[in-house]
């Protein structure tokens, strides 16, 4: 698919998950390949683009709302995310902690194992490099 909205979601998924784009593309391509499409559009193309807050504000946001809604594989990808757009560890952390508060503490566990997860992950290819 191609257009202005796909063009502009692209790029700003490349910024700040480069891998998620092409996971989300092949999970969905055999069953569903518009919701592939939806995605990259509508909260990236349309969302993510607007002016009002940077892409780390907009990472940080969207952990909360993952966490509180224990969408874990989404979260982990917003994790990452987040981490691209300039977000510190303590900051995704902090924001976590936060939500024990609204969320409850099972979900903010949930979230600071998905993270504590998410980090020695990239500590890893970081320690391969």
Not at 2 to 13: A, P, Q, V, W
Not at 39 to 54: C, K, M, Q, T
Not at 96 to 108: H, K, L, S, T
Request: aromatic share 6%; charged share 30%; with cysteine.
């Amino acid at each position: 698919m191609t257009g202005e909205r796909y063009e502009r979601g692209k790029e700003i998924l490349d910024r700040i998950n480069p891998e998620g784009i092409g996971r989300i593309i092949n999970e969905l391509k055999d069953i569903a390949p518009d919701m592939a499409d939806f995605v990259i559009e509508f909260p990236y193309g349309d969302i993510y683009s607007r002016p009002g807050l940077d892409l780390k504000t907009r990472e940080l946001v969207t952990i909360s709302a993952l966490v509180a809604l224990g969408a874990i594989p989404q979260l982990r990808s917003h994790i990452t995310g987040a981490l691209n757009a300039g977000c510190a560890r303590q900051e995704i952390v902090e924001v976590i902690i936060q939500m024990a508060v609204y969320a409850g503490f099972p979900a903010a566990l949930n979230a600071m194992y998905a993270a504590k997860d998410v980090f020695k992950e990239i500590d890893e290819k970081e320690k391969k490099k």
